[in-house]
């Protein structure tokens, strides 16, 4: 099944207040600053590439070898600046490089204050003020690695570094776009220090003579310029520039996939009914001087046994050229247990980045996209409908009998959850023929189960279809005191599962978007045994309608057995506004009815058992 891309970054325009340089969240829409950062130095300096000759370097130790341009701003704290002190609104440390010293940082303004001080429609650049020599450097002129130390963190940044050969017209040859962005919902800051290396093979024309090198900032999102959020920056910090002399042969390999993340999803857990002969991804980069051709060799583990191996094709990469080689193998993972897939590239003249490893689980019933759990979460401001999931595809005909979900701290215990999965009709999680075949309403339990995996059972089992797509996904009318959270997956969202629903899309539209950056721990449980104790004291609740409703209402249901039976109306916070019905009923199909004699919003029909509570949402109008 192709997969399609509805792509999201949606800006918001209000901040949170902060006290300090590392203080409260700060929410733009789905994007969140964290609430702190590691505070410690590291203590370790960075081991450079052993057979790449340093063939030019610079340490800021003398300002005037670059040239600024901030493109009108003035004072501390905006642009590019060369010292020794650290002047950003966030960071208390200064990079920890190896020449230590003076340094290059950028900043732009304090987004902390009241109102922020961050400038709209800037770009600062800093440039080496002198052309580098190029025919005075070894290696010719197409072999060249640009390295440099970095610390600083996304967000909404376009951290880029750009040359040129003729000191008028620049190339962009490298970003910090790969960095997952810090927000309260996870990433982090870069280590301190991180190294750069930028392979310029190609870049750099035969018969040049010159070289400059510039690092500019600006707002990744032209697009929404006009919005001071996209302005923020936590700051860049650069030092210890250097061009090195390329390896002749070196690959790199970038990171491995368990699953076809292009055209299908990855899932970090497969029941054994749904397992499929694997699909690996192995992302390699070709870091030296000439043009090489690999193969690379592909081992599956089980519990510390090989029972898989295999060679990709061969692919050829020009210097400086990156691809991703998708090998479909024969072989199908259908034990259960944990698989470790390591990727080995052929020795070349650097050793250190020649294999990736990663893993995937074969489980008995649950499917999920969570690698394990970390500390990140996914959550929202809004106080409106908001929705969070993921995105499933059906190998194989099975009966759905629960959702697990992570529960994160920040989920306000009793609140009301509707449970859909939907299924996707047209490729599309926007479609409008899109229909749920699981619909019903869950109440948090108290106090609010934030640590394991809490199992919500389905009313009625559901059978999903080998062949469709799926998104299960939990939603809520979100106020300012009752609030969703889910826990994440450390390991990002690269397939584009996740699955929000909320005013997340160009003016705040609302609808569902993928491109989080994270998965959220929403699984399918097709487990047969989920419920099978609890079948004496099931209720069904059928209907409740007219929905929504401005007056008189009707609700069905039906008992297994004879039991005492209360029916009750409740508010969005959970508080009682009617009691329709209190005392024994028989066994079979009943109708009740109530007036709706209460304000307009969001109400909950609850029908309790002795053993079983069933819950439907409806609207009074």
Same mark, same amino acid.
């Given at each position: 099944? &192709? &997969?399609?891309?509805?792509?999201?970054?949606?800006?918001?325009?209000?901040?949170?207040?902060?006290?300090?340089?590392?203080?409260?969240?700060?929410?733009?829409?789905?994007?969140?600053?964290?609430?702190?950062?590691?505070?410690?130095?590291?203590?370790?300096?960075?081991?450079?590439?052993?057979?790449?000759?340093?063939?030019?370097?610079?340490?800021?130790?003398?300002?005037?070898?670059?040239?600024?341009?901030?493109?009108?701003?003035?004072?501390?704290?905006?642009? +590019?600046?060369?010292?020794?002190?650290?002047?950003?609104?966030?960071?208390?440390?200064?990079?920890?490089?190896?020449?230590?010293?003076?340094?290059?940082?950028?900043?732009?303004?304090? *987004?902390?204050?009241?109102?922020?001080?961050?400038?709209?429609?800037?770009?600062?650049?800093?440039?080496?003020?002198?052309?580098?020599?190029?025919?005075?450097?070894?290696?010719?002129?197409?072999?060249?690695?640009?390295?440099?130390?970095?610390?600083?963190?996304?967000?909404?940044?376009?951290?880029?570094?750009?040359?040129?050969?003729?000191?008028?017209?620049?190339?962009?040859?490298?970003?910090?776009?790969?960095?997952? *962005?810090?927000?309260?919902?996870?990433?982090?800051?870069?280590?301190?220090?991180?190294?750069?290396?930028?392979?310029?093979?190609?870049?750099?024309?035969?018969?040049?003579?010159?070289?400059?090198?510039?690092?500019?900032?600006?707002?990744?999102?032209?697009?929404? @310029?006009?919005?001071?959020?996209? +302005?923020?920056?936590?700051?860049?910090?650069?030092?210890? $520039?250097?061009?090195?002399? @390329?390896?002749?042969?070196?690959?790199?390999?970038?990171?491995?996939?368990?699953?076809?993340?292009?055209?299908?999803?990855?899932?970090?857990?497969?029941?054994?009914?749904?397992?499929?002969?694997?699909?690996?991804?192995?992302?390699?980069?070709?870091?030296?001087?000439?043009?090489?051709? &690999?193969?690379?060799?592909?081992?599956?583990?089980?519990?510390?046994?090989?029972?898989?191996?295999?060679?990709?094709?061969?692919?050829?990469?020009?210097?400086?050229?990156?691809?991703?080689?998708?090998?479909?193998?024969?072989?199908? %993972?259908?034990?259960?247990?944990?698989?470790?897939?390591?990727?080995?590239?052929?020795?070349?003249?650097?050793?250190?980045?020649?294999?990736?490893?990663?893993?995937?689980?074969?489980?008995?019933?649950?499917?999920? =996209?969570? =690698? %394990?759990?970390?500390?990140?979460?996914?959550?929202?401001?809004?106080?409106?409908?908001?929705?969070?999931?993921?995105?499933?595809?059906?190998?194989?005909?099975?009966?759905?009998?629960?959702?697990?979900?992570?529960?994160?701290?920040?989920?306000? %215990?009793?609140?009301?959850?509707?449970?859909?999965?939907?299924?996707?009709?047209?490729?599309?999680?926007?479609?409008?023929?899109?229909?749920?075949?699981?619909?019903?309403?869950?109440?948090?339990?108290? *106090?609010?189960?934030?640590?394991?995996?809490?199992?919500?059972?389905? *009313?009625?089992?559901?059978?999903?279809?080998?062949?469709?797509?799926?998104?299960?996904?939990?939603?809520?009318?979100?106020?300012?005191?009752?609030?969703?959270?889910?826990?994440?997956?450390? %390991?990002?969202?690269?397939?584009?599962?996740?699955?929000?629903?909320?005013?997340?899309?160009?003016?705040?539209? $609302?609808?569902?978007?993928?491109?989080?950056?994270?998965?959220?721990?929403? &699984?399918?449980?097709?487990?047969?045994?989920?419920?099978?104790?609890?079948?004496?004291?099931?209720?069904?609740?059928?209907?409740?309608?007219?929905?929504?409703?401005?007056?008189?209402?009707?609700?069905?249901?039906?008992?297994?057995?004879?039991?005492?039976?209360?029916?009750?109306?409740?508010?969005?916070?959970?508080?009682?506004?009617?009691?329709?019905?209190?005392?024994?009923?028989?066994?079979?199909?009943?109708?009740?009815?109530?007036?709706?004699?209460?304000?307009?919003?969001?109400?909950?029909?609850?029908?309790?058992?002795?053993?079983?509570?069933?819950?439907?949402?409806?609207?009074?109008?």
């Amino acid at each position: 099944m &192709k &997969k399609y891309s509805t792509l999201v970054m949606a800006l918001g325009t209000a901040f949170f207040g902060f006290s300090q340089k590392v203080s409260e969240s700060m929410i733009v829409s789905n994007r969140q600053f964290a609430t702190e950062l590691p505070a410690e130095k590291p203590t370790t300096t960075p081991t450079y590439k052993a057979g790449g000759d340093v063939v030019w370097s610079n340490d800021f130790s003398n300002a005037t070898d670059w040239t600024v341009n901030n493109d009108g701003a003035t004072g501390a704290g905006f642009g +590019w600046d060369i010292g020794t002190t650290e002047q950003s609104w966030f960071f208390n440390s200064v990079i920890n490089s190896t020449s230590d010293g003076a340094f290059a940082e950028l900043n732009n303004g304090n *987004p902390t204050l009241s109102p922020g001080t961050q400038l709209l429609d800037v770009t600062y650049t800093l440039t080496t003020a002198a052309p580098i020599d190029v025919n005075a450097l070894s290696g010719g002129p197409n072999n060249y690695i640009l390295e440099f130390m970095q610390y600083g963190a996304q967000f909404n940044d376009a951290q880029e570094v750009y040359i040129s050969t003729d000191g008028t017209n620049w190339i962009l040859v490298g970003d910090n776009s790969d960095i997952e *962005p810090l927000t309260a919902n996870g990433g982090a800051a870069y280590t301190n220090p991180t190294v750069k290396t930028i392979n310029l093979s190609g870049f750099i024309p035969g018969g040049t003579n010159s070289l400059w090198i510039r690092f500019s900032w600006t707002t990744a999102f032209p697009g929404s @310029a006009t919005n001071p959020n996209v +302005w923020i920056t936590y700051g860049w910090m650069i030092d210890d $520039v250097r061009i090195l002399e @390329a390896y002749s042969d070196e690959f790199k390999l970038n990171e491995v996939f368990t699953h076809d993340i292009f055209n299908a999803w990855d899932y970090y857990e497969t029941p054994t009914a749904q397992t499929v002969p694997s699909t690996i991804g192995i992302s390699i980069k070709n870091d030296g001087g000439t043009a090489q051709t &690999k193969t690379i060799d592909v081992n599956f583990d089980l519990g510390g046994t090989s029972v898989y191996s295999a060679t990709t094709p061969a692919v050829t990469l020009q210097p400086g050229e990156s691809d991703t080689v998708w090998f479909t193998t024969t072989y199908t %993972a259908s034990t259960v247990g944990t698989y470790t897939i390591t990727a080995t590239l052929p020795a070349d003249d650097n050793l250190a980045n020649n294999s990736g490893t990663t893993e995937f689980k074969v489980t008995d019933f649950v499917y999920g =996209h969570n =690698h %394990a759990l970390g500390t990140t979460k996914l959550s929202f401001s809004q106080e409106e409908l908001i929705g969070i999931g993921n995105l499933y595809e059906i190998n194989a005909n099975q009966e759905l009998k629960a959702i697990d979900v992570a529960f994160a701290s920040g989920t306000t %215990a009793g609140i009301y959850v509707d449970v859909f999965v939907y299924e996707v009709v047209a490729g599309s999680i926007q479609d409008p023929g899109n229909f749920d075949v699981v619909n019903f309403t869950y109440q948090i339990p108290t *106090p609010a189960p934030v640590s394991g995996i809490t199992t919500i059972q389905l *009313p009625t089992p559901t059978t999903l279809e080998a062949g469709k797509l799926y998104f299960a996904i939990l939603m809520t009318s979100q106020t300012a005191t009752e609030k969703l959270a889910i826990k994440t997956s450390s %390991a990002g969202d690269a397939d584009f599962s996740t699955v929000c629903y909320g005013p997340f899309g160009a003016s705040s539209a $609302v609808n569902y978007f993928v491109g989080w950056g994270v998965a959220p721990a929403v &699984k399918l449980n097709f487990d047969p045994s989920v419920g099978i104790n609890e079948e004496s004291g099931t209720v069904a609740l059928s209907e409740v309608y007219p929905n929504p409703t401005s007056g008189n209402t009707t609700v069905d249901f039906s008992l297994l057995n004879n039991e005492n039976v209360k029916v009750l109306v409740l508010d969005a916070s959970g508080r009682i506004v009617k009691t329709v019905l209190e005392g024994a009923q028989t066994a079979g199909d009943h109708s009740v009815s109530f007036e709706a004699d209460f304000a307009s919003g969001v109400y909950y029909v609850n029908i309790v058992t002795e053993g079983t509570t069933v819950t439907k949402k409806f609207i009074k109008k």
